[in-house]
Each structure stands twice: as C-alpha cells, then as structure tokens.
C-alpha cells in the first residue's frame, strides 16, 4: 500500500487542479494526500478491487485507483472511512473532497462503467508507456465486462485520453469555485462476431 501511495501522491503533488483544490498549499498537499490516499485505498479501492499497480524490476512505478463495474463499497467501509478521511485531510480538505465526489457522480454515466479515479505513475517515468498499460488492463477488463471506461481529467490530458479511444462527454465544475473538469468515456468494445 506505501508503493501506491508514494507513486500516486508524487505524480498529483503539483500541476493538478483537484488536488490543488482540495489541498490548496504545497506543504499541505504533501502532508495530507499520503493520509488521505491510505484511508481511501483501504476503504473504498481495496475492498472492490479497484486498485492495480505497473511493475518495473519489482518496483511500483505506476498505480490506478478505480471504481469497477458495477460496485458496491460496504456500508462498514464507509462508515469508517468517513471519521478517518475527516482526520487525514482536514475540515477543509474534507469539504473540497466532497465536493469532488460530487462531481464525480454527477458525471457518472448511468449504465455500467469503470470510474478511473487515479492513474499515475512515478514522475521520472511519466510519457514511456505506465500509464497506458495500466489503462490498456483497465480498458480490456472493461471491455470484458460490456462496461464503458472513463473518469475527470484536466483540458491538458484531453488529447492523452482521446488517444487511448475517449470523448470528452461532458464538463462539470467541482464544487462553486473549484477546476471545471472534462468526463471522457472510452465505449466498451464491441464484441468480435461469432
């Protein structure tokens, strides 16, 4: 879980605007994202099998955090995690993090789907192919359950996802003065014929 946590709370330290939103400053960023992405990998990726990890010689370089077809968190998970992420990432963050949990789901499609939360990978690493195998499993595993692929991202990454199959199928503001953020959906693939 320390992998996860390193890989992902380093490739969202900087230039991201949720985390920037939810954790405005630097020095709180780095303190409370680790905090913060323990609780939730425990609590809401862990349980469902929402979690996948690239290797390179052993090591975690690269890490999605996701919300599989068809899941159900367990209400224990949550009733836990809440008093939990409260104290990891501050009245403040917690409230700005609801916030983004609530343009998630307002984004959401309404038929089954893989919610890609996190995909990073190790900052030295990033542009040589992490990420898209990490998506490449998510897409196939998707794809395997008839369910659509997709998440929030920044205008920046549009043309990064579209390159993986995505559209840009809406945009949604976080919160009143939080990043509006683009929701792409990459369809499922249909199947070949028999």
């Given amino acids: 879980m320390d992998d996860i946590v390193r890989v992902i709370a380093q ?3 900087t230039d991201d605007p949720i985390e920037e939103y939810v954790f405005p400053s630097l020095a709180e960023r780095r303190k409370r994202t680790p905090a913060m992405l323990r609780v ?3 609590h809401r990726f862990l349980p469902i099998g929402g979690a996948s990890v690239a290797l390179l010689d052993d090591r975690v370089v690269g890490a999605a955090l996701y ?3 068809r899941h159900r968190t367990p209400l224990w998970h949550q009733a836990v995690a809440g008093p939990q992420l409260l104290r990891a990432m501050g ?3 917690t409230r700005r993090g609801m916030a983004v949990d609530a343009a998630m789901a307002q984004v959401a499609p ?7 939360v996190y995909l990073g990978c190790a900052p030295g690493l990033q542009r040589r192919g992490v990420g898209k195998a990490l998506w490449g499993a998510l897409a196939e595993a998707s794809d395997a359950a008839e369910a659509s692929l997709g998440g929030i ?3 920046d990454n549009v043309a990064y996802y579209r390159a993986l199959g995505c559209d840009v199928v809406e945009r949604v503001r976080v919160g009143r003065d939080g990043p509006e953020m683009n929701m792409v959906l990459r369809p499922p693939a249909r199947p070949a014929p028999r």
Wanted: hydrophobic share 35%; aromatic share 14%; with cysteine.
């Fill in 110 to 116: 309404n038929r089954p789907h893989t919610f890609l």
């Fill in 67 to 69: 919300y599989p077809p």
């Fill in 153 to 155: 991202c920044k205008d």
């Fill in 40 to 42: 939730m990998l425990r």
């Fill in 11 to 13: 490739a969202f330290e």
């Fill in 91 to 93: 009245a403040a963050g």
